[in-house]
């Protein structure tokens, strides 16, 4: 399987996507053509487990041993005792796609996984005979999947996140991770300014080079780098088959999903399912105020001079989503010189528009709706109330986007499945309130008070943080990550603290 650049450049094969990250040209990698997966492959896929399902689209995709991404899916999640993206059925015609019942609790387990394996199988076709360097900006949650999946390997691990942009209890588990391969740094800077240093870093030829001095290569841990998008696709078809062997739908049938879209990963990933054959009708983006998306799918403008607000889904908070790119690219007929030109005008003007026959492929699938702090609880207490269900914030934004959809179109039937992408007790403080209205600002007091409210189970990841002291601490300038990564290479024992 090959893969090609947004931007036009020549193709190269998955695993030098993988070890690459981003193009040569500044673009992203997408694969040169999809594998379509007809109603006879799906059918075929319907008896297999959660790996099983996700090892044969990874390999379609990919290229890779499917037996080996299945063995890989099945060890990262073992500690799942069952099916590790479960359906729940929240009423007729609506499900939640539960996304967090692996090892951090969080959708990013699901690319993080089968990455180990595909990093490995890729430094060895590409002949790079240096350790992996893992190096990412986060908001918590890919963050600790990454850690948790490299720790105590030959790889080591850098991420770092906005000091102001995470919940308490995703900055505390930021902050004591262990492993003599792990370092974690606050930077002074929002997850947009984060995200693009990340990138930045990667293509800077001194930075790389003095990485490949100390005997690394870096790698990056973020949805540009398409070895961690690929696994995503997985889950879409996994909730279209468990719909299927339920009896909800026939196989053929159209459904649609909504989803929280900060960096706009899961909506590609979506994307990409439909493009493979998947009967995917529409995708809803869940937004907070920062992004231009749902703004972006009305008008064809795609303005980021906007104010930032923080909201109570840090995922969500992103003015700039990377992943739009791979979308530009689809729906320009696959033009690497306009999407060149779009990003261009997008990265010197803060604003750019796509064309008629561009916007019209957009909402042909796509559409976007905002929510806040109000109104995401608004949601959540509601279907607390109704169902008994409880759902993190970023789920509890996708909430209100399904609910003004279904207010406005009362007579379509469509299946909806919406993606639950983190635990609840990521963000107790938030739920909790939602919930029952109590206001706490210790996490743990939170944790107690939700679980007596929801009986709702505490994941290990989160019970084992209470005794834990901070390990990581204080915050650095952004422009100075480099410089720490460097350090840390050379000199990994444990960190100063810095302010």
Partial sequence: MNYISTRGGGK???????IS??????????????????????????DGSYPERAAHIISRLSGADADKIAAAAESAFACCNGDPAPLVKLDDGVYMLELF????????????????????????????TEKPLIIGATTGDAGTAAIRAFRGTDAKVFVFYPHEGVSKMQKLALSVQEGDNIRVAAARAGFDECLTYGRRLLSDSNFTDGVKKAGYFPVSSNSLNVGLLIPRVACFFSAYLDLVSGGQIECGEQIDFTLPAGNFGNAVACFWAKLMGLPVRRIHCACSSDSPLPDFFAS??????????????????????????????????RDGARTAAFCSELKQNGRAEAATEELAAI????????????????????????????????????MKVA????????????????????????????????????????????VKRLHAATAMAVPKCISELRN?????????????????ILQFLSAPATPANRV
Avoid: H
């Avoid at 906007?306 to 689809?330: G, Q, W, Y």
């Avoid at 976007?368 to 993190?392: L, N, P, R």
């Fill in 101 to 128: 019942g692996g090892p951090t609790a969080s959708y990013k387990d699901f690319s993080f996984s089968v990455f180990p394996y595909i990093l490995e199988e890729a430094a060895k076709e590409c002949g790079i």
């Fill in 300 to 333: 064809g403008v795609c303005d980021l001079k906007r104010e930032f607000i923080k909201s109570t889904a840090p995922a969500l908070d992103v003015i700039n989503p990377v992943n739009l790119e791979r979308l530009m690219f689809e729906i320009s007929g």
């Fill in 403 to 446: 609910l003004d959809w279904f207010e406005k179109n009362k007579k379509d039937e469509t299946e909806m499945v919406i993606l639950a992408t983190s635990n609840p007790y990521k963000c107790p403080q938030d739920v909790l309130y939602a919930v029952t209205g109590n206001d706490v600002k210790d996490c743990f007091k939170g």
């Fill in 12 to 18: 190269v094969s998955f695993a030098r996507a993988v």
């Fill in 21 to 46: 990250g981003a193009a040569p040209d500044g673009g992203l990698y997408v694969p040169e053509r999809f594998p379509v997966i007809d109603g006879e492959e799906l059918n075929k896929m319907i």
């Fill in 468 to 484: 834990k002291e901070p390990r990581f601490t204080g915050s650095y300038d952004l422009k100075k990550i480099g410089e720490e």
């Fill in 363 to 398: 909402t042909a699938v796509f559409d976007g709706g905002y929510a806040c702090e109000e109104t995401g609880v608004d949601a959540m207490y509601g279907v607390f109330i109704d169902v008994g269900y409880t759902m993190d914030t970023g789920t509890g934004y996708a």
